[in-house]
């Protein structure tokens, strides 16, 4: 996953919000992803932008999407201990495969 | 909304033995599946990309004769470990994709295999 680059570790105040941060180098990914994996499970689509646009509200998640800097961020509001995850950036070069960041490790302190 | 089936779970098995590992898009035709292996505490890597009716493609540094993608119909793609050795010990995750061009990649929940 060198193309795409998180922090690796985060923690967090039960309530306050989580802001992870990533950066990509493709372009040409029409859509770009967060994903959620929990111990020993798979991956979990959170959510996904399209390219063209700059911000996606999705319940308590927010996406941010600055193209010119190819940086995208997700906030998530009000954090929970079940929010307690790795999150995965991803995008998709040629929309083809995904290439994933190193994850981060959200820790969600009481 | 989409699903996919990973099995098994876990799974032991001793070394020089082979491991089949099944993924099953369970309410779609997955025109491509992706296998990954994952590391502890590590990210996603690729390992091959199977179409259905054609041969995998490897990703560099995957042994494809080690590592056996069959993908015979649109629902199902296995993954076969061939004489395994411990250092194949690792989570390995399937991923399904319905439509090029859409934003669907479905995981499956992973296997996770132990070679003793």
């Known amino acids: 996953g060198e193309d795409v680059e998180q922090s690796l570790f985060l923690s967090v105040r039960e309530g306050d919000s989580s802001v992870i941060n990533c950066t990509y180098t493709?372009?040409?990914?029409?859509?770009l992803y967060w994903y959620k994996q929990e111990p020993g499970a798979g991956l979990q689509l959170l959510t996904y932008?399209?390219?063209?646009?700059d911000m996606k509200q999705d319940q308590r998640l927010t996406v941010l999407l600055n193209k010119k800097d190819k940086h995208l961020s997700l906030r998530i509001a009000d954090t929970q201990t079940g929010d307690s995850a790795i999150y995965f950036c991803?995008?998709?070069?040629?929309?083809?495969?995904?290439?994933f960041g190193a994850g981060t490790t959200v820790t969600v302190r009481a | 909304g989409a699903v996919v089936s990973q099995h098994p779970s876990w799974v032991i098995c001793k070394s020089g033995t082979s491991v089949k590992i099944e993924c099953r898009s369970l309410?779609?035709?997955?025109?491509?599946m992706f296998w990954y292996r994952q590391f502890p505490k590590q990210s996603l890597m690729l390992m091959a990309t199977?179409?259905?009716?054609?041969?995998?493609?490897?990703e560099q540094g995957v042994e494809k004769d080690k590592f056996l993608i069959n993908h015979a119909s649109l629902t199902l793609s296995t993954l076969t470990v061939t004489s395994a050795h411990p250092e194949d010990s690792s989570f390995y995750i399937c991923?399904?994709?319905?439509?090029?061009?859409?934003?669907?990649?479905?995981f499956g929940s992973g296997t996770r295999l132990t070679v003793v």
């Open positions: 991923s399904a994709r319905e439509l090029q061009g859409s934003y669907g990649y479905t």
């Open positions: 932008i399209f390219s063209n646009m």
């Open positions: 991803a995008e998709s070069p040629n929309d083809y495969k995904l290439s």
């Open positions: 309410d779609f035709q997955a025109t491509t």
């Open positions: 199977s179409n259905e009716g054609s041969k995998a493609t490897y």
């Open positions: 493709d372009s040409s990914s029409t859509y």
